[in-house]
């Protein structure tokens, strides 16, 4: 059966966009990260420009947090159910190295800290900090995605929308990636490993702090959206983020913009598919997906954000010549959140 695979169709949603076991905590809400007490109202609709802007030399720190939750469901003569959960905490530095006649951004990043925990239904669990390390062989192992950002240097080209250029100087992630692995990678093999790091790992993280906008000028109730296609298991999907300019106001010494988004889809494909004398039907795929985003309008940045985005696709599947029908349920829950620390 072709593998069920939810992954992208958050990217564009969120890019605009563990704790002890003994203290479950799921990250901040836009609401508690963001002062909204004491706010002052901008009268004056002026026609706001979100674009980054940023001068050279300029340094910005955030802490990104990223909580998914993948669980499977499978109904059979009884249910079984089972979950992956993971919280990951990065401290990042953005520094402006150059800004182009065009306004394009040449940006260096640092990833100063992670903290991670991951647990699932069979009771296991991973905890990771970065200032202090795990130094067992195997925990090393587990923890590798976690510790190959920690203490890493990277760089990227931004457009004024936001747009990722290019990502480049990640060839100490890769170092570190692959430093343990029995065999040196080829060319090719460097270059795939590359390419996978590149878009999977960094381009998710630098999206969530510089998230694409529009380059119109907006005032309250102005509205944009972000088409784009995307694969879901067997169905093609159009995605549509749109997103409004629900408030303007003054928060302490900062102008902010208060943006709403929304995420829904259209899919297309054949529901129908059978393999190895089992015949699949794919109902089409569920979605829900929100964020909230403040830009600052001095700093010319996103000041903070949250968004929540979740999925689910059902299958069900019938061995010929037998009656009976079986269920399986795949969803993903993802919460996102970006704070500037200065």
Not at 67 to 74: D, E, P, V
Not at 86 to 92: A, G, H, L, M, R
Not at 186 to 196: A, V, W, Y
Not at 309 to 324: A, H
Request: glycine share 4%; hydrophobic share 30%; with cysteine.
């Amino acid at each position: 059966m072709k593998k069920l695979i939810i992954y992208g169709i958050i990217v564009s949603l969120i890019a605009f966009g563990c704790k002890k076991e003994t203290e479950k905590k799921e990250p901040e809400t836009i609401d508690s990260i963001v002062d909204t007490t004491n706010l002052k109202p901008i009268k004056v609709q002026e026609n706001l420009s979100l674009l980054y802007d940023i001068n050279k030399n300029t340094n910005l720190k955030y802490k990104l947090t990223t909580y998914q939750k993948s669980t499977q469901t499978i109904q059979l003569d009884s249910l079984i159910s089972g979950y992956l959960e993971q919280d990951v905490e990065y401290f990042i530095n953005a520094t402006v190295k150059e800004k182009e006649s065009n306004g394009n951004l040449n940006i260096d990043f640092y990833c100063e800290k992670v903290i991670a925990n991951v647990k699932s239904s069979t009771g296991e669990s991973l905890s990771y900090n970065s200032d202090d390390p795990p130094t067992d062989s195997l925990k090393k192992l587990q923890t590798k995605t976690f510790d190959v950002m920690a203490k890493s240097n990277f760089s990227a080209r931004i457009s004024p929308t936001g747009e990722v250029l290019d990502i480049y100087r990640i060839d100490s992630i890769i170092d570190k990636l692959i430093a343990d692995a029995p065999r040196k990678p080829s060319t090719e093999e460097r270059f795939q490993i590359t390419n996978d790091v590149s878009q999977g790992l960094l381009r998710p993280l630098i999206q969530q702090i510089f998230k694409i906008v529009t380059d119109k000028k907006l005032n309250v109730d102005s509205t944009w959206t972000q088409t784009y296609p995307t694969q879901l298991s067997v169905f093609e999907i159009e995605n549509t983020a749109t997103y409004r300019v629900t408030r303007i106001f003054e928060s302490g010494k900062n102008r902010l913009v208060e943006v709403v988004g929304s995420l829904s889809i259209v899919s297309k494909g054949k529901q129908d598919y059978s393999e190895n004398n089992i015949n699949y039907k794919f109902h089409k795929p569920k979605v829900t997906g929100l964020s909230k985003t403040y830009f600052d309008i001095d700093k010319k940045c996103v000041r903070s954000s949250s968004a929540d985005v979740t999925f689910e696709v059902t299958v069900d599947m019938q061995q010929k010549g037998n009656p009976k029908i079986y269920k399986r349920i795949e969803k993903i829950q993802t919460k996102n959140s970006v704070l500037l620390l200065n």
